[in-house]
């Protein structure tokens, strides 16, 4: 395939993978928890280079598991301690980001991981930093972690689905079952750490935030059916990526922060045309509704 | 050790003191407004802001790049507020939205303006993790003026915020205008927001109005006292941040501000007068053997012996 070719292919998985996961994270109203975890992810990659001294995608993934899962455990455990929620987030998440940027800014400081990197991703030099496969031969190590990751977030969803509906929807409805909520909260949030990670390498930390909400707050506005919101959130994840890439090729500019903003364009329109929960059909319904 | 006594540092120190201060007082207000996150979202989103006002005069003149950083701000507190009044999406989709799109923008632009040649070397990669040592005196200056005037809202209406955080609904009842309450918390939270990017940085400004406040609720239940409190860790915070940021070459400030001022939670969280993990575990204690003393004595009597 193409060096575009493959650069189109990662972003669509990020932009399917952060899609599908983030409606559960917008329906259970911890949206700004993505933010937290995709800021924390950071130490712990940081940390796993410093024990490992190499940047590879399994050890990656497992500092960035724990540091998603302590993110988690300590917002959860703060709360308890009646700190208002929003804020035990903000406290826990800037203190493990900043300890990572200034372990990258003491202890790391070479070329295999900076700062900006990690904040902004290097979606560029993904084709380059390729693995053999059988069979199917060269692929980009990202691309192929970013396969394994959406075929787990679809397991996920197809595994525990009717779980999650109901915890998303009715988590005491969901407790009165037997269904185990706490334990699904934390599946759920290793899941976004994993997805966040996997998201890295392509969009850095910052951009996973905006492919993780975007997306699926306006798929939101078009329908009322969980199906059909997973479908749409992730179709639009993959439409902003790919016009994003096109956007930052057309102003030669950062690809990761194009498709941000992208995400932003997509849901700009659907905030303003959607015909369900849109800002123009709120405006025109008045005219013709009263007559029924 | 010998920078801290050039003049220069002493300026840049005073000014992350003070920023501190006033961050710490308006964090109080943001966490009882129940919005501590909105400051992250605000501050992400004056980054675009920052570079349209670079872009467009040319130079790192700081008012002009404050400036910048407000309108943008501002902006992106409008769309949330917007979207949040006139669809279903919730506050904190609304704010990640705000804050991952106009953060986007942000780098989108940025990346624009390193292009070119005068961009390049202007350091406004410093407004991403904060650059205190890149400050100039005239820049010291421009950020005492505005954290003393947000710190002077804060002190002559005093009793106002008091009304307008805990009943609003008596406030309204007195006669106050919650509109303009409103705006005026906006505009002070914008403020200390774009005063403290150059020092901070975008992406870590909001913890310096989060973690004092959550910090000084452990030593007291009362405002006035959290306010101070929270003051004195914020402004601790800073400059100790600072200082240990100009140890070592090209460290940025923002990651040892933070991180100080989390030492100052940890330590609250554990050792704090009022919530405090410590006094509530000698208080269960306490109580614990209040409650079995009598309990034993009643056994021991009913053994018989």
């Known amino acids: ?292 | 050790m010998t920078l801290l006594l050039s003049p220069n540092a002493q300026w840049v120190l005073l000014s992350t003191l003070i920023l501190g201060m006033a961050s710490g007082m308006i964090g109080c207000l943001a966490y009882w407004k129940r919005q501590s996150l909105m400051s992250d979202a605000l501050s992400h989103a004056a980054l675009p802001g920052v570079v349209i006002a670079f872009a467009l005069i040319g130079t790192k003149f700081l008012p002009v790049i404050i400036a910048g950083a407000a309108v943008s701000a501002l902006i992106g507190a409008l769309l949330i507020q917007w979207i949040r009044s006139s669809s279903r999406i919730k506050e904190d989709t609304a704010m990640g939205i705000i804050l991952s799109v106009f953060f986007g923008l942000g780098i989108m632009l940025l990346t624009i303006v390193n292009r070119t040649a005068s961009g390049n070397q202007s350091g406004l990669d410093g407004f991403i993790f904060g650059q205190a040592a890149s400050m100039t005196r005239q820049d010291v200056y421009v950020m005492l003026f505005l954290a003393l005037i947000v710190m002077l809202v804060v002190f002559i209406a005093f009793k106002e915020w008091k009304l307008f955080l805990f009943d609003a609904d008596f406030a309204k009842g007195l006669g106050m205008s919650n509109r303009l309450m409103n705006g005026v918390y906006l505009a002070v939270l914008v403020l200390v927001i774009v005063i403290g990017i150059q020092a901070v940085g975008v992406i870590l400004m909001a913890a310096l109005l989060i973690i004092p406040a959550v910090s000084a609720r452990y030593w007291t239940h009362s405002f006035k006292w959290m306010i101070i409190l929270s003051a004195l860790f914020g402004g601790g915070a800073g400059m100790l941040g600072t200082m240990i940021s100009t140890l070592g070459k090209g460290w940025p400030t923002g990651p040892f501000i933070v991180v100080a001022s989390s030492a100052f939670f940890i330590f609250s969280l554990l050792f704090g007068a009022q919530k405090g993990l410590l006094i509530k575990a000698l208080q269960l204690r306490t109580q614990k053997k209040q409650l079995i003393r009598p309990w034993n004595a009643q056994v021991k009597l009913e053994k018989g012996d």
């Open chain 1, 1 to 292: 395939m193409s060096y575009t070719g493959w650069i189109l292919l990662t972003a669509s998985l990020v932009g399917l993978s952060c899609g599908l996961i983030g409606v559960f994270l917008i329906l259970r109203r911890m949206a700004m928890m993505a933010d937290a975890i995709s800021h924390s992810v950071l130490l712990g990659i940081v940390i796993a280079f410093i024990i490992t001294r190499q940047l590879s995608g399994g050890h990656m993934l497992i500092g960035a598991i724990i540091a998603g899962l302590l993110t988690a455990v300590l917002v959860q455990w703060f709360n308890s301690l009646s700190i208002q929620h929003d804020a035990s987030i903000g406290v826990v998440f800037t203190t493990l980001f900043a300890i990572g940027v200034i372990l990258i800014a003491t202890q790391v400081g070479n070329a295999h991981l900076d700062v900006k990197h990690a904040l902004m991703g290097e979606i560029t030099f993904v084709p380059w930093n390729t693995i053999e496969l059988p069979f199917i031969g060269a692929v980009p190590e990202a691309a192929f972690l970013l396969a394994i990751v959406l075929i787990v977030v679809l397991l996920a969803i197809l595994a525990f689905y009717k779980e999650w509906k109901i915890t998303s929807f009715d988590p005491a409805l969901a407790a009165s079952l037997g269904i185990p909520v706490m334990l699904m909260h934390y599946v759920f949030m290793s899941l976004v750490s994993v997805t966040t990670v996997a998201s890295f390498d392509a969009v850095g930390a910052i951009m996973v935030v905006a492919m993780l909400i975007t997306p699926a707050a306006a798929a939101y506005l078009w329908t009322d059916r969980l199906s059909v919101m997973l479908v749409l959130s992730g179709a639009f994840g993959v439409l902003s990526a790919i016009s994003g890439y096109y956007i930052a090729v057309w102003l030669d500019t950062s690809i990761s922060g194009s498709m941000a903003f992208a995400t932003g364009l997509v849901f700009m329109i659907s905030f303003l045309g959607s015909p369900k929960h849109g800002l123009l059909s709120r405006v025109i319904r008045p005219f013709t509704i009263p007559s029924a």
